[in-house]
Nanobody, 119 residues
C-alpha cells in the first residue's frame, strides 16, 4: 500500500502561480512513477502530468505544456507540481497518483487538493 497526501492548493488570480506537493509513504519502493490528474466540476478526471524513474522522464497534457513543471525529491518521496501562468480553465481538484511497478497502472490516489483560478 502507498499513501499519498497532497498540499498546496488554493485560490489564485489568473496569471498567478501555485506549487502543489504530494508526499508518498508506505511501500514507496514499489512505485516507479507519480503524477497528477485533475477533475473539474461536471467533467471527467483527466491526466495532467507524470514523472517516472529511473531517468526522470516526464509527460504533460498539451494544455499545460510550458506552464506546469513536475519534479521529484527522492529523499523526501515527494513530487511537486509547479504551476505558472494559471488560467481559469485550470480550476479543478488536483489528485496525486502513484504507479506501482507490478501493476504498471496509476491506482494509488490521494484525496486531492482544490485549485481555483479567478479571472
Amino acid at each position: 500500500q502507498v499513501q499519498l497526501v497532497e498540499s498546496g492548493g488554493g485560490l489564485v488570480q489568473a496569471g498567478g502561480s501555485l506549487r502543489l506537493s504530494c508526499a508518498a509513504s508506505g511501500r514507496t519502493s514499489s512505485v516507479d512513477a507519480m503524477g497528477w490528474f485533475r477533475q473539474a466540476p461536471g467533467k471527467e478526471r483527466e491526466f495532467v502530468t507524470s514523472i517516472s524513474w529511473p531517468g526522470g522522464r516526464s509527460y504533460y497534457t498539451d494544455s499545460v505544456k510550458g506552464r506546469f513543471t513536475i519534479s521529484r525529491d527522492n529523499a523526501r518521496n515527494t513530487v511537486y507540481l509547479q504551476m505558472n501562468n494559471l488560467k481559469p480553465e485550470d480550476t479543478a481538484r488536483y489528485y496525486c497518483t502513484a504507479r506501482l511497478v507490478v501493476t504498471r497502472d496509476f491506482n494509488s490516489w490521494g484525496q486531492g487538493t482544490q485549485v481555483t483560478v479567478s479571472s
